[in-house]
């Protein structure tokens, strides 16, 4: 079972990096290796894994401190729906931003992630949990230019740098990284919220003086 849960999560990682597999897996003794019931869960292993608070600066394009509004239902967008793939689109409300720009000075974004119920398929990514509505996160994005838009919604969409690095959760009042992120970023854990953003933003001047927003 281990061994076949690798193999659902390289592929499926494989599918989300190239779009390039077009056909239904089938084994050697042609069968099909997804589960029957539609549950799949893999873990994610990102290109360029995030190592400090100050490299994670530098990938971003856009730093924000936002609250989740609501979640879209999950969409398959593999080219064939035997596939198991799920994409799910958060509705999210910018409080303040950080670094970088917003466009059309909209204060709402997208936020792309891995996983849903989309179909017969329900996928899980065990170490990137979807976003829930009322939850507020200091969010490291990049701009995602997917061209289909298949809940119709004209807000810009983002995914978060190194998919579960890029995000930092505030629970009363203090900052939670995800338990897969580098231990040097879990050193912000338990810090209060007011306190990281001020580290933040030293770090933002220092690394990215062009995306510090305009008074």
């Known amino acids: 079972m281990k061994v076949l849960a690798a193999l659902i999560g390289l592929l499926i990682g494989a599918s989300i990096c190239t779009a390039q597999s077009t056909s239904s897996l089938t084994l050697s003794d042609g069968t099909s290796p997804w589960p029957k019931d539609g549950k799949v869960s893999y873990s994610s292993h990102p290109a360029e894994p995030v190592l400090s608070l100050d490299q994670l600066v530098r990938m971003s394009e856009l730093i924000v401190d936002a609250t989740v509004l609501s979640n879209f239902p ?37 936020l792309l992630q891995e996983g849903g119920k989309a179909g ?25 230019y997917m061209k289909e838009r298949p809940n119709g919604s004209p807000y810009p969409r983002y995914r978060t740098i190194s998919v579960f690095s890029g995000r930092a959760k505030i629970e009363n009042e203090k900052v939670v990284f995800l338990p897969k992120t580098d231990p040097r970023l879990r050193e912000h854990n338990n810090t209060v919220v ?12 220092f690394h990215k003086p062009e995306l510090k927003p305009r008074p």
């Open 194 to 205: 007011s306190a990281f953003i001020a580290t933040l933003q030293d770090k933002i001047s």
């Open 120 to 144: 017969k398929w329900d996928v899980v990514v065990l170490d990137d949990p979807l976003v829930k509505p009322g939850e507020r996160y200091i969010l490291f994005l990049y701009h995602d």
């Open 74 to 110: 999950a969409i398959n967008t593999h080219p064939d729906s035997d596939f198991p793939s799920a994409l799910t689109e958060s509705l999210v409300s910018v409080t303040e931003v950080l670094a970088g720009t917003l466009p059309g000075g909209t204060r709402t974004i997208l």
